[in-house]
């Protein structure tokens, strides 16, 4: 008894019932066979739409950043931003890199490294933002731009980003805002 589903125990009492009755009961186990199954279903959907990652558009990626005080920001426009977050991770807010030649790995919409931003548990870092590096694998991404504006206070500025001295730095970046 212990551990049996409830459904299959019932299915023995189909037997001593009438034909018009084992029909109901036979449709009615099917129903809740397949009930259990779209609830089974729905969970895992679900689960998995909790853990899939937030990739932002763009023009809601710069509303955000510029609600939060990045326009301009040590003499850095919203282009800057933008331009480097797509580069960094396609605006992806729980992107995780591949570890670096030093070992350390990047993490979150800006790619905050392990080994000067944020602590992983793997390795020296100087954990500059005083945050867990697990901390940009989310969808929040105050705490990521809190510590994009720690960094670039950095003497590196901006340029501590390979993907924005690649890809940003010295060009036009109007089209990363316009429209937006």
Not at 112 to 117: T, V
Not at 118 to 144: P, Q, V
Request: hydrophobic letters at 40%; glycine letters at 8%.
């Amino acid at each position: 008894w212990f551990g049996k589903p409830s459904f299959a125990v019932t299915e023995v009492w189909v037997i001593k019932w009438s034909e018009g009755t084992q029909a109901k009961l036979h449709i009615t186990l099917q129903r809740a066979a397949a009930m259990k199954f779209q609830i089974l279903a729905a969970l895992f959907f679900l689960l998995l739409a909790v853990n899939e990652a937030k990739v932002y558009q763009k023009c809601e990626l710069v509303r955000i950043l510029r609600d939060e005080g990045l326009d301009d920001y040590y003499g850095y426009s919203l282009g800057n931003w933008i331009c480097m977050a797509y580069h960094e991770s396609r605006y992806n807010s729980r992107a995780v890199g591949r570890p670096n030649s030093d070992g350390s790995i990047d993490y979150g919409i800006f790619q905050i490294n392990s080994r000067w931003w944020c602590s992983n548990g793997k390795g020296r870092t100087a954990n500059g933002c005083r945050k867990s590096c697990s901390s940009f694998e989310n969808d929040d991404i105050r705490d990521d731009i809190e510590c994009a504006k720690r960094i670039v206070r950095d003497p590196n500025r901006m340029g501590a980003w390979v993907a924005w001295r690649k890809n940003c730095e010295g060009r036009n970046l109007a089209e990363w805002t316009a429209g937006c």
